[in-house]
């Protein structure tokens, strides 16, 4: 009786594990990303790393920041990840990114060194003081 109640329990206790990995694979992790202007999140920091990453992403790490900015498929869209490097690796740079639930880090939508803008995704870009 008592091995009965274990496994049954066991069984409820897997089965949520799973629904709860389903949710964040799902849910969390390929929800859209929102590019809105508005919505948007403003970082500015010191370039420390920038490599390929994901599909044809080309993904940036700043000074003393834990997370990941990227942009989307930027190899694949014409953008020359070596004269990124030697631009703006140990550079002050300002970038805005996409708001998500899953980190505070993530796709980028405009990236700004200085007063040129690298890179955007929107037609009217966003000004900034850096």
Not at 48 to 68: A, P, Q
């Given at each position: 009786?008592?091995?009965?109640?274990?496994?049954?329990?066991?069984?409820?206790?897997?089965?949520?594990a799973?629904?709860?990995?389903?949710y964040?694979?799902?849910?969390?992790k390929?929800?859209?990303?929102?590019?809105?202007?508005?919505?948007?999140?403003?970082?500015?920091?010191?370039v420390?790393?920038?490599?390929?990453?994901?599909?044809?992403?080309?993904?940036?790490?700043?000074?003393?920041?834990?997370?990941?900015y990227?942009?989307?498929?930027?190899?694949?869209?014409?953008?020359?990840l070596?004269?990124?490097?030697?631009?703006?690796?140990?550079k002050?740079?300002?970038?805005?990114?996409?708001?998500?639930?899953?980190?505070?880090?993530?796709?980028?939508?405009q990236?700004k060194?200085?007063?040129?803008?690298?890179?955007?995704?929107?037609?009217?870009?966003?000004?900034?003081?850096?």
């Open positions: 009786m008592l091995k009965k109640i274990i496994l049954w329990s066991l069984g409820i206790v897997v089965g949520l799973l629904l709860f990995l389903l964040l694979i799902f849910i969390v390929i929800s859209a990303v929102n590019t809105n202007k508005e919505k948007s999140i403003k970082i500015t920091g010191i420390d790393s920038l490599y390929l990453g994901g599909i044809n992403d080309i993904v940036f790490t700043l000074e003393n920041n834990e997370n990941l990227y942009i989307n498929r930027g190899a694949e869209n014409g953008i020359d070596e004269n990124f490097r030697n631009d703006l690796k140990g002050e740079v300002t970038l805005w990114h996409a708001r998500s639930r899953a980190s505070n880090g993530g796709h980028m939508m990236l060194f200085k007063d040129s803008i690298y890179y955007t995704e929107w037609e009217i870009p966003l000004e900034s003081n850096n």
